[in-house]
């Protein structure tokens, strides 16, 4: 089974930073299957990122992924108050199928 | 416009059966590509996966539960059920389920979940 190691845990940084997220793969991952998702208190996650670096539907263009083998990135170039969240990678594995990384704490300075 | 919605119990007792009914619309479980996803969330912990269906009636669990859960599908009610036995405290958590398209690898649509505690 793939693990998946998010770094760091919490990341405490100021409106208008830069953020850059990491997830690491225990063994390569494909890039069209690791994804990104945003989960802020009380709510569902929203799919941020697929294939690696495409964003999804209505996304800003301030996220950006990035990464390929056993390194993923995720970059919000300018942090909004509302990009304080959690946010997990995600990977898809045909043995067994999916795992989610620990999740990173983006949480305002 | 997709929806999913979780339904089931909020509260079952240790040693019971949990059965969990997501109820969608806005694409068909019968389409080639389309697949349904649970996921549960310990309140305060990271999201942990548990199983999938896809539309060819494949189904595939996480190896650390695979034992206890069961999942199913009815086309004609677009309902996804999963059952988890043997409950126990630590199995208390919000349990969402997703829209997983096949084609594109990712969950694009979630419900806003539902919550299960598991006390007697």
């Known amino acids: 089974e793939i693990v998946l190691t998010q770094s760091p845990g919490t990341l405490s940084l100021s409106p208008g930073e830069r953020a850059t997220l990491s997830c690491r793969a225990s063994?390569?991952?494909?890039?069209?299957?690791l994804a990104w998702y945003q989960q802020k208190p009380g709510q569902a996650p929203r799919l941020l990122i697929y294939?690696?670096?495409s964003r999804a539907t209505g996304i800003p263009d301030r996220f950006s992924g990035s990464g390929s083998g056993t390194d993923f990135t995720l970059t919000i170039s300018r942090l909004e108050p509302e990009d304080f969240a959690v946010y997990y990678c995600q990977q898809y594995g045909s043995s067994p199928p999916d795992t989610f990384g620990q999740g990173t704490k983006l949480e305002i300075k | 416009q997709v929806t999913l919605r979780e339904s089931g119990p909020a509260l079952v007792k240790p040693t019971q059966t949990l059965t969990l009914t997501c109820t969608f619309s806005g694409f068909s479980l019968s389409t080639s590509g389309m697949c349904v996803s649970w996921i549960r969330q310990p309140p305060g912990k990271a999201l942990e996966w548990l199983a999938r269906?896809?539309?060819?009636?494949?189904?595939y669990y996480s190896t650390s539960l695979k034992t206890r859960l069961t999942i199913s599908k009815d086309t004609s009610k677009n309902q996804v059920v999963l059952t988890m036995t043997n409950m126990d405290p630590v199995d208390t958590a919000t349990y969402y389920c997703?829209?997983?398209?096949?084609?594109?690898?990712?969950?694009?649509?979630w419900g806003k979940g539902t919550t299960v505690t598991v006390s007697s």
């Open positions: 294939g690696a670096s």
């Open positions: 063994q390569s991952v494909s890039s069209s299957y």
């Open positions: 269906i896809d539309w060819d009636d494949d189904k």
């Open positions: 997703a829209r997983f398209l096949y084609t594109s690898y990712y969950m694009d649509v």
